[in-house]
Each structure stands twice: as C-alpha cells, then as structure tokens.
C-alpha cells in the first residue's frame, strides 16, 4: 500500500503563518547561548557586538529557527510547542532527516519575528530495509517586523513504516 496518498498530496503547497507576540529579548538569546554551550561574546556583551558592527548583542544563527519563539499554543502530545503538520499518516515514526539554513541578518534582541511555512514536497522512496518511505519537504521563511527576510530554513522529515511489534 502506497504511503504517498491523494489525500497527502492535497497537502503539498498550504502554508501557515504565525507572528510572535514580543520581542525575542536579551534573555532569551543569552539562554539559547547557554544552551547549545556557544561562549561567544557577540550573543552576551553589548560592547564586544558594537565593535563587530552591530547595535548590540546578536542571537546565534540557528535560535531564529530553532527556538519556535513564534509558538502561541500549548504543547502537542510530543511536549513541542512549534509548528507542525500533523500529517493524516498512520503506523509510522518520523524522524528529521535535515536542514538546510540560509542566514540574510543578523538577529538582535528587539526584533518580533513572523514566520511563513509551506509544505513544498512529498515524495516517496523504496526503503533500503524494503517497502517504501515518505520524503516531506517544508519551507520557513522568518520574517522581522518590517517584513525583511531574514533566514530561511528547509526542512526534510521521513515518515518510516514501524516494524512490527512497535
């Protein structure tokens, strides 16, 4: 049985957009510093970030797209709070195959960030363990408050049947 349905590829081309309620905040870039353990000077120290050219400290490239500071609602039943399709798709794991980041700016404490998602492909491929398994491509485009692109992050997650017994 095919995984690549007609009711899926009525999927492929929707978009979403969310926009964040505030700004992203000093706190908040710092503690992402902190988090992926990244002691660089230019995402904690307003001097050392004026002297590398910019108004004051920077977020690391990938907290913009990695952070989901866009998120309004609660949890899903995973415990993630960002966007996700929630693809009619039964009887497998998803897994994030991979990412591909494109940076424009810089992104600093005051800006308040919208992001526009787009279901851009599903393919299916045979699977080196046998059957078949679901390629999904998604796009986001992060937007400042002024509507300037500022990264765009594709995304590929696989959809793989579960063996039995899981």
């Given amino acids: ?17 969310y926009t964040a ?7 908040s ?18 001097g050392h970030a004026r002297e590398a050219g910019y108004p004051s400290v920077i977020a690391s490239p990938t907290f913009v797209v990695e952070t989901c500071q866009y998120a309004h609602g609660r949890p899903n ?5 960002g966007h996700s399709w929630e693809l009619p798709i039964t009887g497998c794991r998803m897994i994030r195959a ?48 002024a509507a300037e692109l500022i990264a765009v992050n594709r995304e590929t997650t696989v959809y793989q049947p579960l063996e039995s017994g899981q």
Avoid: C
């Fill in 98 to 145: 991979g990412n591909d980041y494109r940076f424009f700016r810089a992104v600093l404490p005051a800006d308040r960030i919208s992001v526009t998602w787009t279901l851009e492909d599903m393919i299916e491929r045979p699977s080196s363990r046998g059957g078949s398994q679901l390629f999904v491509t998604s796009v986001a485009r992060y937007y400042d408050s």
């Fill in 29 to 46: 870039i710092r503690y992402f510093a902190l988090a992926i353990d990244d002691e660089n000077p230019l995402y904690q120290d307003d």
């Fill in 77 to 81: 039943g995973h415990g993630y709070m």
């Fill in 1 to 17: 049985m095919p995984l690549l349905t007609e009711d899926l590829k009525a999927w492929i081309g929707r978009e979403v957009s």
């Fill in 21 to 27: 309620k505030e700004e992203l905040g000093r706190a």
